[in-house]
C-alpha cells in the first residue's frame, strides 16, 4: 500500500499534478517562444491592439493608397499600381472590403481621354454628324452598317448608280481607321488630342466650303473624321464603349442594369449602366439638334459639333499639362 502512494506521488510530480499538466521547464519555454512569436507576427505590420490582433482600418488603408497613387505622374502606372496593391494585400482582406474597383479607388488615374465629360460631348458630335451627313449628302457617317446594307439593297435591284453612292463613305471611314492606328503608334498618349484637332479643322473647311465644293469630298471629309473618333476614343472609365453609335452602347446599358438589379452586382455596375445610358440620349439629341440646324441653318450647321469638340480638345491638353506638371 506504501509502495502504491509512493508510486502515485512520483506519477503526480512527473505529470505536473493531479491536473496532468506538465511540469517540464523546457516544454514550457518551447511553448512560451511560440506565443511570443505569433505576437511578433501579429505586431509586423504596426502597433499591435490589446486582443494581440493587427487589424487595418479601412480609411487608414484607402488614404494611404490615394497617397501612392498621388505620387505617380503616369495615370495608367497608377491604375497599374493600384490594381497590385488590391490583388496583393492580404489587409484588405482582414478589413472586410470586398468588391472595391481599382479604378474607384484610382481617382484621377482614369485616362484624359475616357472621362465621363469628353465622352458624351463626343457623343453628342457623333449624333449630329450622323444626323448632317443624311440630310445633306444622304449617307452616314459613322454607322458603316447602315451605308453597307443601302449598297446592297440598291446593287441587288440594279440600281448601281445609287449603290454606288455608299461606297465612298465606306473607303473613307477604313483610311481614317488607318490614320488613327498609326497616330496611336507616333503620338502615344497625344493622339486623342491630335485626332480631335483634325476633326476639327476637317469639319470647319467642309462648313466653309460646303457650297462650293463637290458631294462627294464632303461625304468622304466627315466620314473620314468619324472614323478617327470611332478608333480613338475607345473606352469610358476603362469600359469599352463607342461615341459614333448606340447599339453596343445601348446593349452594356441594359445588361448592367439587369445584373444590378438582379443582386450580387460588383460596386459600380449600376453606375456605369446609368452611363451609358446617358451615352445612347446625348447621342439621340445631338441627332434631333442636327437635323434642326441642317435644315434651318446649313451653312453654319456643323459649327456646333466645332465648338464640342473643342471644349474636347482643350480639357484633353489642360489634363496632359497636368499629368506632365
Not at 147 to 154: A, Q, R, S, T
Amino acid at each position: 500500500m506504501a509502495e502504491l502512494s509512493e508510486q502515485h506521488g512520483h506519477n503526480q510530480d512527473a505529470g505536473g499534478g493531479p491536473d496532468g499538466e506538465t511540469a517540464d521547464p523546457g516544454s514550457t519555454q518551447d511553448r512560451a517562444d511560440r506565443d511570443g512569436q505569433q505576437q511578433k507576427d501579429f505586431r509586423s505590420g504596426g502597433d499591435d491592439p490589446a486582443d494581440g490582433i493587427h487589424v487595418v482600418s479601412p480609411p487608414a488603408l484607402c488614404r494611404d493608397l490615394s497617397r501612392e497613387i498621388a505620387g505617380l505622374l503616369d495615370p495608367d502606372q497608377a491604375l497599374r499600381a493600384a490594381r497590385h496593391r488590391l490583388s496583393n494585400d492580404a489587409e484588405f482582406a482582414t478589413a472586410g472590403i470586398v468588391n472595391m474597383s481599382a479604378l474607384d479607388l484610382a481617382a484621377g488615374a482614369i485616362r484624359r481621354d475616357e472621362t465621363v465629360e469628353i465622352v458624351l460631348l463626343l457623343a453628342f458630335a457623333g449624333g449630329y454628324i450622323d444626323a448632317y451627313t443624311w440630310i445633306i449628302h444622304g449617307v452616314m457617317a459613322n454607322a458603316q452598317t447602315a451605308n453597307l446594307i443601302f449598297l446592297w439593297v440598291y446593287a441587288t435591284a440594279g440600281d448601281w448608280a445609287k449603290a454606288f453612292h455608299f461606297v465612298p463613305p465606306l473607303l473613307a471611314f477604313a483610311a481614317g481607321i488607318v490614320i488613327a492606328a498609326w497616330l496611336r503608334r507616333v503620338a502615344g498618349e497625344r493622339a486623342s488630342a491630335i485626332s480631335t484637332l483634325l476633326e476639327i479643322l476637317l469639319l470647319i473647311a467642309i462648313g466653309i466650303l460646303h457650297n462650293r465644293m463637290p458631294d462627294l469630298a464632303g461625304t468622304l471629309g466627315i466620314s473620314f473624321v468619324a472614323a478617327m473618333q470611332t478608333a480613338i476614343f475607345i473606352k469610358v472609365e476603362g469600359v469599352a464603349c463607342s461615341t459614333a453609335m448606340i447599339t453596343g452602347n445601348l446593349r452594356q446599358a441594359i445588361e448592367m442594369a439587369f445584373v444590378a438589379a438582379a443582386g450580387g452586382a460588383p460596386l459600380g455596375t449600376l453606375r456605369r449602366s446609368g452611363i451609358f445610358f446617358a451615352l445612347c440620349a446625348v447621342f439621340g439629341l445631338g441627332a434631333a439638334m442636327g437635323a434642326f440646324a441642317t435644315k434651318a441653318i446649313p451653312d453654319l450647321a456643323l459649327g456646333l459639333p466645332v465648338v464640342a469638340l473643342l471644349v474636347v480638345l482643350l480639357r484633353c491638353e489642360a489634363s496632359y499639362q497636368k499629368v506632365v506638371q
